[in-house]
């Protein structure tokens, strides 16, 4: 039955609390200690996500949207099982990808070759696997020139050129994308979008995140509308769109 | 289907240990890399550091304070060397997980890998060091024996896991107390004296010998001694050593697993 699900969230919810009294270190602690221990007492919980239920068809790409601070960015933590909820439960089938945000786990200091290799271990696949992609990774981003060279001599469009190429060659079940794209140039947004689809057409399964309707309308079979850590509908892009336009009006 | 499957196969066992071992390796190459890239002295400058200092205490004890110990530039080379594993590891522990901020934040992976890869990389430090070691047992009339075939195995292992405890300790706690670094840089000073170093064990008037079995990297600084210095090893100490391992790789294990969870939160 759990056959054409990849992505099943019940019940979901995680708080943080606010205004942890070992943040600021031990020396505040010690000093602080009587407002410490009534502040840790009087700490309120932050809801970033409250009761989120949804389910991912294998092969469906669904969009996250909603303002900032709506809650997108920790279901995509929850799905990438780098965050645990609170409460309810997150299941996922298949091997995760997340496409790293600008510079994350890239080493400034290694060549964009020794990167790849270390992304994509880090990314869940062997040395020998990474290496029998590694070509084409090199051939997507277009980066022949500057494969040897540091990455801090990059610019971030190419970082991300990198980033995007490493992700989407290692064959992931299911492909996390936290609004990254706006870095590259128009050409090389174009080529992602087509590789995105190629995705679609493969069956992986994609988790979109964007404030760009534009993209998202033309990529996703489904929109999931966020707000103050609230699921507050989801379903057929235009539809959701449309929705989402007139509460950003309205606010 | 067929996700399924490969699912369940990338969660094979063997492919799972090949795919530790990879991680280990790779992240072990990027702490080389990113360390030796820079400074074409790389190797020059991990002795240099134990080198100058023996040749400071030698200066200062045997020369000004005269203290009797025979062979004493060999006898602080034994301590220094694996003391420097002892501090760098305390010291780099503080950015094993902070340093990687946007990696915990981001992908899911065995966050202990990145401890074991920065312990094993002071490890191989450590090893590189040996020939400066043996150079100095040459010139003083010594020679490596036959125990070394199983002591220094043995030794390396007890202190990779030690440190690995140590490291997993400090770095998680690291990352809830910012300022631990500044304790931790006191603490080290303060157990370096506390270890015989640049005095020996048996200088240590007997109302004080328990500190030797107190100290948690004591016993295993004597150890090593007794084999680059003494030549035969202590059971005793050796013990020592193996348990104070074991209660740090505990601690630091502990400690770890409680708050692996919210690493992504915090950092």
Redesign the interface.
């Known amino acids: 039955m759990y056959n054409d699900v990849a992505i099943r969230l019940r019940g979901v919810s995680k708080c943080y609390h606010l205004g942890s009294p070992v943040g600021e270190g031990i020396k505040h602690l010690i000093l602080h200690l009587p407002s410490q221990i009534k502040s840790l007492r009087q700490r309120r919980p932050f809801h970033a996500l409250t009761d989120v239920s949804f389910d991912v068809r294998r092969g469906e790409c669904v969009s996250l949207i909603g303002r900032n601070g709506a809650g997108k960015s920790t279901t995509l933590s929850l799905i990438a099982g780098v965050l645990r909820p609170s409460e309810g439960k997150v299941e996922t089938y298949g091997r995760i990808c997340p496409l790293l945000e600008l510079g994350a786990g890239f080493n400034h200091q290694l060549t964009g070759r020794e990167n790849i290799l270390l992304n994509g271990v880090l990314l869940g696949l062997t040395r020998r696997e990474v290496r029998q992609r590694t070509a084409q990774i090199i051939e997507f981003s277009e980066l022949h020139d500057f494969i040897d060279a540091p990455l801090r001599t990059y610019s971030s469009g190419m970082v991300v050129r990198l980033g995007f190429s490493v992700a989407v060659h290692l064959d992931p079940d299911i492909l996390l994308i936290d609004e990254v794209l706006a870095v590259g140039d128009a050409r090389f947004r174009t080529k992602c979008f087509e590789r995105m689809e190629h995705f679609r057409r493969r069956g992986t399964t994609m988790i979109f995140v964007s404030h760009d309707t534009g993209s998202v309308s033309r990529i996703s079979d489904r929109v999931a509308l966020f707000d103050s850590g609230r699921l507050v509908d989801i379903g057929e892009p235009g539809r959701i769109i449309d929705a989402y336009q007139q509460r950003s009006l309205a606010a | 289907?067929a996700?399924?499957s490969?699912?369940a196969a990338?969660q094979t066992r063997s492919?799972a240990l090949?795919?530790y071992r990879?991680?280990v390796?790779?992240?072990l190459?990027?702490e080389f890399?990113?360390r030796y890239?820079?400074t074409f002295m790389g190797y020059a400058w991990s002795v240099l550091h134990p080198l100058v200092l023996a040749l400071i205490f030698s200066l200062f004890f045997s020369v000004f304070v005269r203290l009797q110990v025979p062979d004493y530039t060999l006898y602080l080379m034994a301590g220094l060397f694996p003391w420097q594993w002892v501090s760098n590891t305390c010291f780099g522990a503080n950015g094993y997980f902070l340093s990687n901020a946007?990696?915990?934040?981001?992908?899911?992976?065995q966050r202990w890998m990145l401890v074991l890869s920065g312990v094993l990389n002071e490890a191989i430090h450590f090893v590189c060091s040996l020939p400066v070691v043996i150079g100095f047992m040459l010139y003083y009339g010594k020679t490596p024996e036959w125990n070394w075939l199983w002591a220094v195995p043995l030794l390396l292992g007890i202190q990779v896991v030690m440190m690995t405890g140590v490291g997993l300790f400090i770095g998680t706690c690291n990352l809830?107390?910012?300022?631990?670094e500044r304790?931790v840089s006191l603490l080290v000073q303060l157990l370096f004296y506390l270890t015989p170093i640049v005095y020996t064990a048996d200088m240590i008037p007997p109302g004080y010998t328990w500190l030797l079995y107190a100290n948690p990297f004591a016993a295993l600084i004597v150890c090593w001694q007794d084999l680059f210095y003494a030549g035969a090893l202590s059971p005793a100490f050796v013990a020592t050593a193996a348990a104070w391992s074991a209660v740090w790789a505990l601690m630091g294990g502990c400690v770890y697993a409680c708050k692996v969870?919210r690493f992504?939160?915090?950092v």
């Open positions: 289907m996700i399924l490969t699912f990338t492919r090949v795919y990879d991680l390796l790779v992240l190459a990027k890399k990113v890239k820079n946007s990696l915990i934040k981001k992908v899911r992976f809830f107390f910012r300022d631990l304790l969870w992504a939160e915090i």
